[in-house]
T-cell receptor, first 118, second 111 residues
């Protein structure tokens, strides 16, 4: 089945620094990648949709200059949290569309990145 | 009104019992419906898709009521391993593939 590899699993960074999160689709091509954020005891909130080779589409209220998304290839999408602040601490998850079958047919999620900004 | 609404729980249910969750969605044009399961600090995993005619997968049964705009999940003979947060997920339409998640219903199975 389709697998999305997300790294790092967790990261602690100082306020004001930038953090890059990578999501790679293994054995399939992810034309579209979704980036979510989940705060404690809340549901996943879509931040942006990225399509390979074009600019990402951001949801209302999400700062595109703060959350930089690059989807330069069909197997790799990155989210960079720039000038991170403690309020950016959250669980970030990517999801790729896949039609490869398997247990998560249609949408395959990465394992998530827990970001803590101190 | 939220696009997808669920009772957050928590539901504390004895092992072996039957438990049901409902979820309502606001957009009547919604096309696809899913139940996902999320364990603590993990990514969501697809439990089952929900079809118009209803569908069953082992101990799990999902139903869709388009007229009332709700979907349900029934878990029979609950196991300790069923303890998780169950997310109701809706896809608006096939031209826009993004998923909208409910806040989740937390279920704890008690031995």
């Amino acid at each position: 089945g389709a697998v999305v590899s997300q790294h790092p699993s967790w990261v602690i960074c100082k306020s004001g620094t930038s953090v890059k999160i990578e999501c790679r689709s293994l054995d399939f091509q992810a034309t579209t990648m979704f980036w979510y954020r989940q705060f404690p005891k809340q549901s996943l909130m879509l931040m942006a949709t990225s399509n390979e080779g074009s600019k990402a589409t951001y949801e209302q209220g999400v700062e595109k200059d703060k959350f930089l998304i690059n989807h330069a290839s069909l197997t790799l999408s990155t989210l960079t949290v720039t000038s991170a602040h403690p309020e950016d601490s959250s669980f970030y998850i990517c999801s790729a569309q896949s039609w490869e079958g398997g247990p998560n047919y249609g949408y395959t999620f990465g394992s998530g990145t827990r970001l803590t900004v101190v | 009104r939220k696009e997808v609404e669920q009772d957050p729980g928590p539901f504390n249910v004895p092992e072996g019992a039957t438990v049901a969750f409902n979820c309502t969605y606001s957009n009547s044009a919604s096309q696809s419906f899913f139940w996902y399961r999320q364990d603590c600090r993990k990514e969501p995993k697809l439990l089952m898709s929900v079809y118009s005619s209803g569908n069953e997968d082992g101990r799990f049964t999902a139903q869709l009521n388009r007229a009332s705009q709700y979907i349900s999940l029934l878990i029979r003979d609950s196991k300790l391993s069923d303890s998780a947060t169950y997310l109701c997920v809706v896809n608006l339409n096939f031209g826009n593939e993004k998923l909208t998640f409910g806040t989740g219903t937390r279920l704890t199975i008690i031995p």
